[in-house]
């Protein structure tokens, strides 16, 4: 590496630089004489300028090149606009006796960190986007203004209405005959009056509760209250579809190869069928006891509480470690028995029934597994639509924090069973199935 005094000057092509300053010399170009000087101290010289302007598709500089004088053919001297700042100065040496208007400005190049004007730009950009945000808020408070405005004068006009009337009735009540022989006109006209102003007040009495339910149903409790009741629903509807994929799982598959296995020729061994469907009556009739409470807790909305239902269903969870640590075992077990052509053939059977709408057996073993992962997820949507005092928020939380803890010990047993089996993927083809490593 050459030290800074043997360093080499940078070479420009001379030749392309002159060949551009004839084009800038006989083309349409700006030119015309400007006062020059490099620097504050520097006497200023008269000079013939040519500015050369590139076409927008050619990646080249904006050149300004200086001569002598008009008549010059060599230019002096080149300077490179692009990148360059131009900035307006006030000629602070002017001659008293010039009558003509001198204008001074200078050419300068900035680093990256003294780019004021695209500094001032982009802040002028905010500035402009923050007037248009301005200018549509105000836009819609004069909208919303007009509304309330157009309101309060329906209901102005409507007030004076009645008060005219009631005056009307008290006018009329006022000045009725008091002679005995119409006392019997005189009680029918004051049971009219009653009317009218039990009539007045029941109307009065139903607008102030309208704008009461209004002003509720428009508050932010109301809206969080109906996202957890559309939550609720949507939990009892998931739960009413898992317990069908149960039974389906119980009714279609593991009670017919319980027949099967006590048959004269079993497709496969008791053994089999209680590894592959480990568990899965006992799901079955758990997630069937909970569908019934939560269906009970939707016949008395909108009061809903929760959390009694997930309290009696964590004790018993116990059953899904059981279910998933077996969940591979189960999957290896049956590609094993489908190597028999017997099972397999019977296998097919249960799975083309309607009830199955095209779904193996392999996808009902797998329901059980995203199941607590379901809970845990509906459990945080609640939470964020319960209030903090709200009766039912601690249990939540209670229950939201055991099946977490429940979920993460499930999936450390599932990699340590991963571990110790042999990923298998399986595809069907035509009646047989192939199994690869």
């Known amino acids: 590496m050459l030290s800074p005094k043997m360093q080499r000057s940078v070479r420009i092509n001379e030749?392309?630089?002159?060949?551009?300053?004839?084009?800038a010399r006989y083309g349409e170009h700006l030119f015309g004489p400007l006062y020059k000087r490099t620097s504050d101290n520097s006497k200023w010289q008269l000079r013939w300028f040519n500015l050369y302007q590139c076409p927008p598709a050619v990646v080249l500089q904006n050149l300004l090149f200086y001569y002598e004088s008009e008549s010059s053919s060599r230019p002096s001297g080149v300077i490179l606009l692009e990148g360059c700042y131009c900035e307006r100065l006030i000629a602070a040496t002017a001659k008293p006796k010039e009558t003509e208007p001198k204008y001074c400005f200078s050419i300068t190049y900035r680093r990256e960190n003294q780019r004021h004007f695209n500094k001032l730009m982009l802040a002028k950009e905010e500035l402009e986007h923050k007037h248009l945000h301005l200018l549509q808020i105000v836009e819609s408070e004069k909208t919303a203004k007009w509304q309330y405005t157009q309101q309060c004068e329906e209901l102005t006009t409507e007030i004076k209405k009645l008060r005219n009337e009631l005056c009307t009735l008290k006018k009329d009540w006022r000045f009725?005959?008091?002679?005995?022989?119409?006392?019997?006109?005189?009680?029918?006209?004051?049971?009219?009056?009653?009317?009218?102003?039990?009539?007045?007040?029941?109307?009065l009495c139903r607008r102030r509760w309208k704008q009461i339910v209004e002003e509720y149903i428009k508050s932010p409790h109301a809206e969080s209250m109906r996202k957890r009741n559309s939550l609720v629903f949507r939990m009892v509807e998931a739960e009413e579809e898992y317990v069908e994929q149960l039974n389906i799982l119980v009714t279609g598959f593991l009670r017919p190869f319980k027949m099967a296995a006590s048959s004269k020729m079993p497709p496969c061994s008791h053994e089999d069928v209680n590894t592959i469907f480990l568990n899965s009556e006992t799901l079955l009739f758990l997630h069937q006891i909970f569908l019934k409470g939560l269906s009970a807790r939707m016949e008395s909305w909108p009061t809903l509480v929760l959390g009694d239902l997930f309290d009696m269903l964590l004790p018993m969870l116990s059953i899904y470690q059981e279910y998933v640590r077996n969940h591979y075992c189960s999957l290896k077990v049956l590609s094993e028995c489908k190597q028999n052509q017997q099972f397999s053939t019977f296998l097919g059977r249960l799975e083309a029934k309607s009830t199955c709408q095209g779904r193996t057996l392999e996808t009902f073993l797998t329901y059980p597994m995203h199941q607590i992962p379901r809970y845990i997820v509906t459990l945080h949507e609640l939470l964020s639509h319960t209030p903090q005092n709200h009766v039912e928020r601690r249990s939540l939380d209670e229950a939201r924090r055991q099946l977490e803890q429940l979920s993460r010990q499930m999936q450390d047993e599932v990699g340590e069973r991963r571990g110790c089996l042999l990923?298998?993927?399986?595809?069907?083809?035509?009646?047989?199935v192939r199994w690869t490593r």
Do not use: H
């Open 176 to 203: 009725l005959p008091n002679q005995q022989s119409e006392e019997g006109e005189d009680s029918d006209e004051i049971r009219k009056i009653k009317k009218v102003q039990s009539f007045f007040r029941g109307w």
């Open 423 to 432: 990923d298998m993927v399986g595809y069907r083809r035509g009646n047989g």
């Open 15 to 23: 030749s392309q630089l002159l060949m551009l300053a004839e084009k």
